[in-house]
């Protein structure tokens, strides 16, 4: 049984730092590309960052682009999200998603077989 498991949100401070967490089970974790998506309130679904297998495809939404990196380690079966200068627009459930297929596109929630139950990121200005 494939489980995604999200940590690390919280209330912070806009300008303020928070390191996401995605802890993978029951995949071979180095065969999948991993994703984060983000639904804010009122808001739709929104492609946030992606990782490929090996680490060297890391498309951004421009949004985030400066402020945020993803990041994975295959040996914890764990994708990170670490998210710098927050703003209270960057306020949403954050998801991770899973992906075993080639080339798809990281933007389409369609493209992933598997998803985690969020975490809770709020920016306060």
């Known amino acids: 049984q494939v ?3 999200e940590s690390g949100g919280g209330l912070v401070q806009a300008g303020g730092s928070l390191r996401l967490s995605c802890a993978a089970s029951g995949l071979t974790f180095s065969a999948y590309i991993m994703t984060w ?3 804010g309130p009122g808001k739709e679904r ?3 960052a992606g990782i490929n297998w090996t680490g060297n495809e ?3 939404v421009d949004s985030v682009k400066g402020r945020f990196s993803i990041s ?5 079966n764990e994708v990170y999200l670490q998210m710098n200068s927050l703003k209270p627009e960057d306020t949403a459930l954050y998801y991770c998603a899973a992906s075993p297929r080639l080339g798809i596109d990281y933007s389409d929630a369609l493209s992933y077989d598997y998803w985690g139950q969020g975490t809770q990121v709020t920016v306060s200005s």
């Open 3 to 5: 489980q995604l498991v």
């Open 37 to 39: 998506f983000r639904q």
């Open 46 to 48: 929104e492609f946030v």
């Open 58 to 60: 890391t498309p951004y």
């Open 72 to 76: 994975r380690d295959n040996a914890k």
